[in-house]
């Protein structure tokens, strides 16, 4: 079992920038970062393979990049040119296998954060 936990949420402005970390309690191959909105549904936001392979949604690209320290068992998504509609519940998940063209899949994620929130105003 994969211990997650998730830092960094609160408050940014619009067009400002935030970046959220997960802490993890070991190696895990897949890293995705997932959001969650009021009324609406889990969605992937990015993830990182171990080989430092990234994807990210459309609704993101460009704006958030993840990155992965392994030293310090760390993700990270960095989030710039904030929008209203980035506010969510942000959690990080661990997957054992492939990231792969699947990785917005929630259901493929064994471990989970407890998430943490980030409001744009």
């Known amino acids: 079992h994969v211990q997650l936990v998730e830092s960094g949420g609160g408050l940014a402005q619009p067009g400002g920038s935030l970046r959220l970390s997960c802490e993890t309690s070991r190696y895990t191959s897949c890293m995705g970062w997932f959001r969650q909105a009021p009324g609406k549904e889990r969605e992937g936001v990015a993830s990182?393979?171990?080989?430092?392979?990234?994807r990210y949604a459309e609704s993101v690209k460009g704006r958030f990049t993840t990155s992965l320290d392994n030293a310090k068992s760390t993700v990270y998504l960095h989030m710039t040119n904030l929008n209203p509609e980035d506010t969510a519940m942000y959690y990080c998940?661990?997957?054992?296998?492939?990231?792969?063209?699947?990785?917005?899949?929630?259901?493929?994620?064994?471990?989970w954060g407890q998430g943490t929130q980030f409001t744009v105003s």
């Open positions: 998940a661990a997957h054992r296998g492939y990231c792969g063209g699947r990785w917005f899949e929630a259901l493929r994620f064994e471990n």
């Open positions: 990182i393979h171990g080989d430092g392979t990234t």
